[in-house]
């Protein structure tokens, strides 16, 4: 069996970090919380993190607008709402 460890100083693999991740775990703290993975000297949170933003996290992926149903025009309206509530709280009202 070949084991990818993740974070040596608790010896959690990449698949146990998946795992997690899949139970609910999304970001590199709630993985810690659930196994003590970047809780010693703090090296592997990268790893974590890039694990999580592979995909790691199903719940992720699923707060996304294209895997909610919204169409590329809803996407593209919410996007520049977003944009204008930033302008007209930075004071850039367009004259
Ligand atoms: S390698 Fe994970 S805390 Fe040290």
């Known amino acids: 069996m070949n084991r990818v460890y993740v974070c040596s100083c608790f010896g959690i693999t990449e698949k146990q970090v998946r795992?997690?991740?899949?139970?609910?775990?999304?970001?590199?703290?709630?993985?810690?919380?659930?196994?003590?993975a970047g809780t010693d000297c703090g090296s592997c949170v990268r790893s974590i993190q890039s694990i999580l933003g592979?995909?790691?996290?199903?719940?992720?992926?699923?707060?996304?607008?294209?895997?909610?149903?919204?169409?590329?025009?809803?996407?593209?309206?919410?996007?520049?709402?977003?944009?204008?509530?930033?302008?007209?709280?930075?004071g850039l009202e367009a004259a």
């Open 19 to 36: 795992e997690h991740a899949e139970a609910g775990a999304c970001t590199p703290r709630q993985i810690a919380s659930a196994s003590k």
């Open 54 to 90: 592979r995909g790691g996290c199903p719940r992720r992926e699923l707060s996304a607008p294209a895997a909610v149903g919204a169409t590329a025009v809803e996407t593209a309206v919410a996007q520049a709402a977003a944009v204008q509530a930033v302008g007209r709280s930075a």
